[in-house]
């Protein structure tokens, strides 16, 4: 039997390292960069590479693959444009930027590989604490952000270049470093100072990458206690470069940071038995163990028993009463030992909105109880979880608050791509129980939506929200997100009930996330007035977040399936709004359909809304079609500069030919490989001489026709008058037959 079980757990073993060559990427977004994180092993080894506006994440792992599905459901494409992966190499991801931003990466925990796409600093930031001074330039080391608060590794000093910058001049590095900028403070000991030297040798060599130059100061007067400046040469202006490189102190300071983090969070993870609900309920009926604990609650003269008070609360708990715990734990709140947790629980239990500043939470990663109900009470951070622990936790309850939590968290890392695990906890439930309630088939649907099964996840929807239970509403609003983004045809009847639950929910939590289901629901009938309509009652109420939400499927929707009417009326007056906002793949396909209907002015509006940012090329190309159409043709050749392709050519021919340059055009055709279409160039231009070489085509024909025309001569007439005239109405009708021959030539060209 133990050698049965011990091949079984082999097995295990290798099928659990057999899929977890899959690596899923999860995503984030927030107001200065873009965050991808990926769990990986401890002992895999990892690097980043970025030339320009492209990176590759690189992982010692030759047989992983990514799944990066859900990446783009979470974040727009301002920072990230696109990822991919090699065909014929596994373990790389390769991220197309779509700004001239950093990207940069470290490892959160031991599992936990986050890379950031930061936006590109600006000129004029103050530098931070923890930077050192290497001439003229910033270096700062790539580790996690838990660690940027760290002041052990300030180390005032100045390596090379020195009297460049003012003293006097009150910044951070000299608040915090009030001595000679060429000397190293007596606090710094030889290993650090030796640190330095490597550093400030690195950089003269360029392996380390500057982030920003310093601002430049003005230069100091010299005084009476200033020491004898050192001989120095003027440093020469250097262009501001963006070159991010991941060297051997990133790596080694980054581990540093990496433990530092680990010990603070095991410091502050509360002990297991703070949450240890399971040990709570007693040995008795829950009615008898209730109404003996209420009769002992008050003591003599009425005075109230706290360690009773604190078991009553705990028999609560054990049976998942938030609120009464709630009560219990407030008769002295002052008096019973860990009240705060006991409190955080019941909001746990009852799943309240708005969970905020718990003692718990944070502590997702912790290794033991506290985790799974750090991720109860904030799911935005699930991604960081200690799954392992999660799932022990959950084990150990009791059946009647797995049913009630499992649910819950089994969609809370759905959302996060955790499948596994929350097939798993759904197992451990209905393993229990002979019918799997409305909450389970919410989660079920929620596991099926995850893994990109959308038919059968929308019956499952569609079952719980027939079951008018308490998770219909939210049933709804996935239901109609799941049609939306896989564009399923949706029952006609599904708006109406949309509209229904909206009214009925219309001041609770709910209320917004069913009213921007509603304008959906109506655009995927293809009723675009009345959605825009329940898109502007959404605003109204809700404000522009919400609306911000809901206006990119509807405007996808319009784009795709509306008729041209229709979509100019909606269009038209959302791109001439300088407050819409709405992603850039949106805008091209606006943009790409005024344009095939002839509305340019908007299209340019639409496509010029990205500002300073760096358009991509297939932007350009629509930037010099509807200049073109406008009649700039200088601005479509300004469009063009940076762009290569037959398109380019084409259009860079056309503006050319808009400015009279026919011939250049001719020659700009004929260098991209489309000689038939520089004929009509060179044609235009009166380059006969290099049509004629191509006598198959029709421009080549009627070339050869213009130079017999050019280049014919009369010859010497006759001396008679008679025979004169003769031969003048002979080359005369040789003429008119050419001309003929033009012409109809001509006229083929115009049909």
Request: glycine residues 6%; negative net charge; charged residues 25%.
């Amino acid at each position: 039997m133990k050698i049965a079980f011990s091949i079984f757990m082999l097995l295990a073993v290798q099928a659990t390292m057999a899929t977890s060559q899959s690596i899923s990427v999860r995503s984030g977004e927030h107001d200065t960069f873009t965050r991808l994180v990926m769990r990986v092993p401890s002992s895999v080894k990892w690097s980043i590479e970025q030339i320009g506006r492209e990176a590759s994440v690189r992982l010692s792992m030759p047989d992983a693959k990514f799944n990066t599905r859900q990446v783009f459901q979470r974040i727009r494409r301002t920072r990230l444009a696109d990822l991919s992966q090699p065909e014929n190499e596994g373990g790389v991801l390769n991220l197309e930027l779509a700004c001239d931003c950093s990207v940069v990466g470290f490892n959160h925990s031991s599992t936990m590989l986050v890379v950031d796409i930061k936006d590109e600093t600006k000129a004029n930031a103050e530098p931070k604490a923890r930077s050192f001074q290497l001439g003229e330039y910033i270096y700062q080391f790539g580790t996690s952000p838990s660690f940027q608060g760290f002041q052990g590794l300030k180390l005032p000093v100045t390596i090379g270049k020195p009297n460049l910058v003012d003293p006097s001049a009150k910044t951070d590095m000299q608040v915090a470093r009030p001595e000679k900028r060429r000397t190293i403070k007596p606090g710094v000991n030889i290993s650090e100072q030796r640190l330095l030297e490597q550093i400030g040798r690195a950089a003269d060599q360029g392996l380390l990458a500057p982030l920003q130059p310093v601002p430049p100061v003005p230069e100091r007067k010299k005084s009476e206690t200033d020491p004898t400046p050192l001989q120095t040469q003027p440093v020469p202006d250097r262009p501001s470069v963006n070159i991010a490189a991941v060297t051997v102190i990133d790596r080694d300071m980054s581990r540093v940071s990496d433990a530092l983090t680990r010990m603070e969070q095991n410091r502050e993870c509360l002990p297991s038995g703070l949450f240890a609900l399971q040990d709570w309920g007693g040995d008795e009926e829950f009615s008898i163990r209730i109404g003996k604990l209420r009769t002992d609650l008050y003591k003599e003269f009425d005075r109230l028993d706290p360690v009773t008070a604190a078991n009553l609360a705990k028999t609560y708990l054990h049976y998942g009463f938030g609120a009464e715990a709630r009560e219990a734990v407030l008769l002295a709140p002052d008096k019973i030992e860990n009240a705060e947790v006991m409190l955080a629980l019941a909001d746990v239990l009852d799943n309240h909105k708005r969970l905020t500043n718990l003692p718990f939470s944070g502590q997702q990663n912790c290794d033991n109880d506290a985790a799974m109900w750090a991720v109860l009470s904030r799911p935005d951070l699930a991604w960081d979880a200690n799954t392992e622990a999660v799932a022990q936790t959950f084990a150990r309850l009791p059946l009647h608050l797995r049913t009630h939590l499992g649910p819950r968290l089994s969609r809370i890392f759905a959302a996060v791509d955790e499948l596994e695990l929350a097939a798993t906890l759904l197992r451990k439930i209905n393993l229990a129980e002979d019918e799997p309630g409305p909450d389970q088939e919410f989660a079920t649907a929620a596991i099926q939506k995850s893994r990109g099964e959308a038919e059968i996840a929308a019956e499952k929807m569609t079952e719980v929200l027939e079951t008018d239970s308490e998770f219909s509403p939210q049933a709804l609003v996935e239901l109609v997100d799941t049609h939306w983004r896989k564009r399923m045809p949706i029952p006609a009847d599904l708006p109406l009930l949309a509209a229904a639950y909206a009214a009925e929910y219309r001041k609770t939590d709910l209320g917004p996330d069913l009213r921007r289901s509603h304008s959906i629901a109506l655009g995927l009938s293809n009723a675009f007035d009345p959605a825009f309509e329940a898109y502007a009652d959404l605003t109204r109420r809700d404000g522009p977040t919400s609306a911000r939400q809901a206006l990119p499927p509807l405007l996808y929707l319009l784009v795709e399936n509306a008729d041209d009417v229709t979509f100019l009326k909606h269009g038209l007056s959302l791109a001439s709004d300088p407050a819409t906002d709405i992603p850039t793949d949106l805008e091209d396909k606006m943009a790409r359909r005024m344009l095939d209907l002839g509305f340019a002015e908007p299209a340019m509006s639409l496509l010029s809304a990205s500002g300073a940012q760096p358009a991509r090329p297939e932007r350009k190309l629509m930037r010099a079609e509807a200049a073109l159409a406008m009649s700039l043709p200088h601005r479509a050749l300004v469009e063009l500069l940076s762009v290569a392709g037959p398109e380019a050519a084409r259009l860079r021919a056309e503006a050319m030919a808009r400015n009279g340059d026919h011939q250049l055009a001719g020659q700009v055709l004929m260098e991209a490989d489309m000689a038939g279409d520089a004929t009509r160039g060179f044609w235009l231009g009166e380059d006969w001489g290099t049509i004629s070489e191509n006598q198959d085509s029709l421009y080549g024909k009627m070339a050869n026709v213009s130079l017999q025309l050019r280049d014919e001569s009369p010859g010497t007439l006759p001396e008679t008058p008679l025979a004169e005239a003769r031969a003048l109405l002979d080359d005369s009708q040789i003429t008119r037959a050419r001309i003929d021959e033009l012409l109809n030539y001509t006229g083929k060209e115009i049909e």
